[in-house]
T-cell receptor, first 113, second 114 residues
Framework: GENVEQHPSTLSVQEGDSAVIKCTYS??????FPWYKQELGKRPQLIID?????GEKKDQRIAVTLNKTAKHFSLHITETQPEDSAVYFC????????????FGKGTHLIIQP | NAGVTQTPKFQVLKTGQSMTLQCAQD?????MSWYRQDPGMGLRLIHY???????DQGEVPNGYNVSRSTTEDFPLRLLSAAPSQTSVYFC?????????????FGPGTRLTVL
């Protein structure tokens, strides 16, 4: 089955700086890579996703890059703000799709004022 | 639309008790699934369903049963609760059976087994 590794587990950045979270996956048939943000006590919320037919996707301050050859994808947040503080999860689907998502273990992003 | 809803929000059980976690969605989604979230472990898939009458096991199915009698509902049953099942449980749904469709999560049920 799919295995997703996520790094770092904790990331502390100064407000206004950029943050980068990296994930690797094992199943070469995976073709969908979403990122979820989870605030304390809340449900995971989709913030951006990328499908394997593109290498980069951007939505305002958030971008995701995908390298299918190396089997890794990354989340980039620019001009970080206090409200960006949360736990971020990357995920990948299994090649067949019906098996659901496999998640990384999460990155706790801390924005220092 | 209410989206994906779950009840109860919190539950405390004693070892050996049984209970059902409810999940419903009003988006007419074919695919529904259950995940558990433990500290430092991310979310792990318990069971999933690709439509009424069809269910299958995920990564961590032991100790849990599911059924799907309607498109809207996907309950998760704990037949004999164990302390290892203390966790936060999230139900999720997505519109299609393709693995590239967006998945939406319910608000979660926090379960403690004493």
């Amino acid at each position: 089955g799919e295995n997703v590794e996520q790094h770092p587990s904790t990331l502390s950045v100064q407000e206004g700086d950029s943050a980068v979270i990296k994930c690797t996956y094992s199943d070469s048939a995976s073709n969908y890579f979403p990122w979820y943000k989870q605030e304390l006590g809340k449900r995971p919320q989709l913030i951006i996703d990328i499908r394997s037919n593109v290498g980069e996707k951007k939505d305002q301050r958030i971008a995701v890059t995908l390298n299918k050859t190396a089997k890794h994808f990354s989340l980039h947040i620019t001009e970080t703000q206090p409200e960006d503080s949360a736990v971020y999860f990357c995920a990948a689907n299994s090649g067949g799709g019906a098996d659901g998502l496999t998640f990384g273990k999460g990155t706790h992003l801390i924005i220092q004022p | 639309n209410a989206g994906v809803t779950q009840t109860p929000k919190f539950q405390v059980l004693k070892t050996g008790q049984s209970m059902t976690l409810q999940c419903a969605q009003d988006m007419n989604h074919e695919y529904m699934s259950w995940y558990r979230q433990d500290p430092g472990m991310g979310l792990r898939l318990i069971h999933y369903s690709v439509g009424a009458g069809i269910t299958d096991q995920g990564e961590v199915p032991n100790g849990y049963n599911v059924s799907r009698s309607t498109t809207e509902d996907f309950p998760l049953r704990l037949l004999s609760a164990a302390p290892s099942q203390t966790s936060v449980y999230f139900c999720a749904s997505r519109s299609g059976l393709s693995g590239t469709d967006t998945q939406y999560f319910g608000p979660g049920t926090r379960l403690t087994v004493l």
